[in-house]
């Protein structure tokens, strides 16, 4: 099941279970040896709690894939499930596919890019990192958002950014509606040249979409409750 | 965290595989709840006539049912499946009273419970795993134009056969839920206050009663869920089944997961992703896609839904 190529370990998952294939991992990080894991099938919680180590995963993972990690690459060739990235520290997480709910959610630092379409709730509690999704996302996306960064290419669904208390999202298709407390600000010359740099290492020209800045309007900031009937 | 999961075939060679199908479909979602497991499957079509499951928890007095039954109508079928009969009455000359028939059945034998009822439906249902349900009743070469399933971890009332989905509400009409209902209890007394007797605590059953509640007053399938999303507060994905079709709805939140996978030849739906990865004729170019929050989606099967039996 373990077997050694140049420079690469591969892991197959099928006859393992996910606690050890997980401490394969640590083991692998500890030395830094960069991993692929086979037959992912669908599994829940691979890569979870690793640090310093690039896994590339070759097929869909479940959920959590690449959590609590610190310092990681981790490449998903494939969709993946709920809350991919969850609590991220710093490093990079790619997903060669679609991702379900909640993508990098409360993820903290480092980049986690969505080739594809995410769910509802992408970057819930985004703190501080930055969350790339080149489809659309979905329902209440970027809620409670207090840090970091969302880039949409395409639409985003209904009520995005609620409650947003700081950050900034930008999409480059149509918004079905924000949530609470989130607000369109014009776009600058020095978010256009962020987004081009951003965009450019997946090949995308950030100039073939019509981005849209929200941020926090803040005016949730001094809520009181006379002014209940405005939310 | 309970498990989803449904089956519907564009094409009818395929009907054979259902039972395979859907125990495959079903099985890793055991993990979102190992309590209990339980199918609803469209099959074996009995027109002008009525079939029934009926299951007892212990020794029943199945000789009693079967000359009271005969009183009702007269018996084809009454066979012995799993612990509880599987029984065909031939209506064709009287036209049965459902509505007396299930409260008769009720009082006279309280110890057997109606799984269900209808001219194809046929629910199964116990505590334990899929395999061990599907070996019980020899569920595997079940063939049918559709079904649905459901792994129970129980978060609202107990664990037993009863309260395992799929709940039916009336003949060939059953629900399986992965979620809780908020306003249950509201719920539940309106529709208490209309004359609708609840067999179980489990909220999963209100949803049930609902839709058809909804029904009997005219409605379609898509406005009575149309009202319920806005009447039923909570959190939810279910999936509701009627002779020819299947129903996904999802709360307004989106706060349950659903996935949909779409071929030329068949619609799965599950709570993961990674169900469809364990079906037997996984198409990797099959169309997979999620519902969007407060989506309602309704699938079709080739049958013609008997004009015979009516809601009751």
Request: net charge negative; hydrophobic share 40%.
């Amino acid at each position: 099941m373990h077997q050694t190529v140049p420079q690469q370990t591969l892991i197959d998952c099928a006859n393992l279970t996910t606690r050890e294939i997980n401490q394969k991992l640590k083991a692998l990080a500890s030395e830094s040896i960069p991993t692929k894991l086979l037959n992912p099938a669908g599994r829940h919680n691979l890569a979870v709690g690793i640090t310093q180590i690039a896994i590339s995963i070759a097929g869909p993972v479940g959920y959590y894939c690449g959590g609590l990690s610190d310092n990681i690459n981790i490449e998903v060739f494939g969709d993946c499930g709920w809350s991919v990235g969850e609590n991220l520290m710093s490093g990079n997480i790619t997903i060669h596919g679609n991702a379900s709910a909640n993508a990098a959610a409360s993820a903290h630092g480092g980049k986690i890019c969505i080739l594809g379409n995410a769910g509802s709730r992408a970057g819930i509690s985004l703190k501080g990192a930055t969350l790339i999704v080149t489809g659309n996302v979905g329902y209440s996306s970027a809620f409670m958002m207090q840090q970091g960064c969302m880039i949409v290419c395409g639409n985003a669904g209904a009520n995005l950014a609620d409650s947003i208390y700081e950050g900034t999202i930008f999409v480059g298709g149509e918004i079905n509606s924000l949530g609470a407390d989130a607000k369109l600000e014009p776009m600058s010359d020095a978010d256009w040249q962020f987004l081009e740099h951003e965009l450019a290492a997946l090949n995308i020209s950030a100039k073939d979409y019509n981005f849209k800045k929200v941020i926090c309007a803040k005016q949730l900031y001094h809520f009181k409750a006379k002014d209940w009937a405005n939310y | 965290m309970c498990g989803i999961a449904g089956i519907i075939y564009r094409k009818s060679e395929l009907y054979k595989n259902l039972g395979i199908d859907l125990l495959q479909l079903i099985q890793p979602l055991e993990t979102r709840g190992p309590d209990s497991c339980g199918v609803g499957i469209y099959s074996n079509s009995v027109p002008h006539n009525i079939k029934l499951l009926l299951f007892a928890a212990e020794q029943a007095a199945w000789e009693e049912v079967k000359s009271w039954l005969h009183s009702q109508a007269r018996v084809i079928k009454f066979d012995v499946i799993g612990s509880g009969r599987r029984i065909i009455l031939d209506t064709s000359n009287k036209t049965l009273d459902l509505a007396e028939f299930k409260q008769h059945l009720a009082t006279q034998f309280p110890q057997i419970h109606l799984m269900s009822i209808g001219q194809l439906l046929e629910i199964y249902k116990e505590v334990g795993t899929a395999e061990n349900l599907f070996q019980r009743y020899q569920l595997k070469g079940f063939a049918g134009s559709h079904g649905i399933g459901h792994t129970r971890m129980a978060t609202e009332s107990v664990v037993d056969t009863y309260h395992s989905h799929p709940f039916t509400s009336a003949p060939d009409l059953c629900l399986v839920h992965n979620g809780q209902i908020s306003n249950y209890y509201k719920l539940r007394f309106s529709l208490e206050k209309k004359g609708i007797a609840f067999e179980t605590d489990n909220d999963s059953e209100a949803i049930a009663h609902y839709i058809r509640y909804q029904l009997l007053q005219g409605f379609s399938l898509e406005q009575a869920l149309q009202n319920l999303l806005n009447d039923i507060d909570g959190t939810y994905t279910f999936l509701v089944a009627t002779p020819d079709k299947i129903a996904l709805v999802r709360d307004k939140f989106a706060a349950k997961p659903a996935a949909i996978y779409e071929t030329p030849e068949m619609i799965a739906i599950a709570s993961e992703y990674r169900c469809f990865l364990n079906l037997p004729h996984y198409n990797p170019n099959a169309k997979i896609s999620e519902p969007d929050a407060g989506e309602i989606k309704i699938w079709s099967t080739t049958n013609k839904p008997s004009p015979h039996l009516e809601l009751v």
